[in-house]
């Protein structure tokens, strides 16, 4: 990607709106510095339920984010997916390049990248989606051709986007951000076990609104008791009529992430935490240096497993 970066114009960057703070990745941070970026909070429709209190909240992380631009955005809602068209069309009209602008979109794995490019081209340009997608990290396995998201205008030679696949090891500085990734899915689901997941999930629903769950139990703080009235109402039973907990737990896990239990953010957003997550990133040298020697291990492991799956 680094090698890439001298042909982009504009870096488009993905994060998860359910963990604002959490899918900020510092290796972006390093690798991106001085250039001209926009943010994008994707998944606006499974973090959000449009109040005052969002949009506050929304605000508050404009403000964390000066001088880059931020938007919000819900890939299934046009009016949304057009705001961020309408951004790289006016770069590209002030670029003014006679071929056209290039774009690339860069985040954390499964923070929805392939999904705002297919509905960037699908608004943009009328046609069928040109990346894969899929619920587990690391559907995008390189970095793919250009994509015209934007057709030639008066005004542009046409805007181009590429996609890049989120290989970047997540910054976890501790076991709560590794739960927060992993409940939305930029972990893979064998990472951490199911029950553990669904515990942690619990814990947020109960924050937020025990009865989003009421219809299975009643509100507990006792993760195996939840589960098991889940395997029974929905019919998730093992030989003898034993309810599946591990069975139940990733239902329960994947009704979330689909926003059918309950639509909040996992981060707290506040200008004290916006405040101390800025402080933290002044001083990451450490971690960053150990960030990339992970990355790099992870890379000459993958290299190895290729290997031996060709032989």
Not at 143 to 168: H, Q, R
Request: aromatic letters at 6%; a positive charge.
């Amino acid at each position: 990607m680094t090698t890439m970066l001298s042909h982009i114009d504009l870096i488009i960057e993905c994060r998860d709106y359910r963990v604002p703070l959490t899918s900020r990745n510092p290796l972006f941070e390093e690798n991106l510095r001085g250039r001209e970026r926009l943010i994008v909070f994707t998944k606006q429709d499974l973090g959000s339920k449009r109040t005052r209190l969002d949009a506050k909240r929304e605000d508050l992380i404009k403000q964390w984010q000066r001088p880059s631009c931020v938007l919000f955005t819900d890939h299934k809602d046009q009016n949304s997916v057009r705001k961020v068209l309408d951004y790289a069309a006016d770069h590209a009209t002030a670029k003014d390049s006679p071929i056209g602008a290039r774009m690339m979109v860069v985040g954390m794995p499964n923070v929805g990248k392939s999904s705002l490019l297919n509905s960037l081209r699908q608004v943009g340009m009328h046609k069928k989606k040109a990346a894969h997608t899929g619920a587990q990290p690391g559907v995008t396995r390189k970095i793919g051709t250009t994509v015209k998201i934007i057709g030639k205008t008066a005004n542009v030679e046409g805007v181009y986007l590429v996609d890049t696949p989120g290989v970047f090891v997540p910054y976890v500085p501790n076991a709560e951000s590794m739960l927060k990734l992993a409940l939305c899915g930029s972990v893979k689901d064998t990472v951490i076990s199911p029950t553990t997941l669904a515990d942690f999930l619990l814990y947020h629903l109960n924050l937020y609104d025990p009865t989003v769950y009421a219809q299975y139990a009643s509100p507990t703080n006792d993760i195996v008791e939840l589960l098991e009235a889940l395997g029974r109402k929905t019919g998730r039973l093992q030989k003898g009529g034993i309810p599946d907990v591990e069975a139940s737990a990733l239902w329960m896990i994947q009704r979330w992430r689909n926003g059918h239990l309950g639509k909040f953010l996992l981060d707290e957003v506040t200008l004290e935490k916006l405040e101390a997550d800025r402080r933290d990133s002044e001083s990451l040298g450490g971690s960053l240096s150990q960030a990339r020697r992970i990355d790099k291990q992870l890379r000459i492991q993958r290299s190895k497993q290729r290997h031996l799956t060709s032989e």
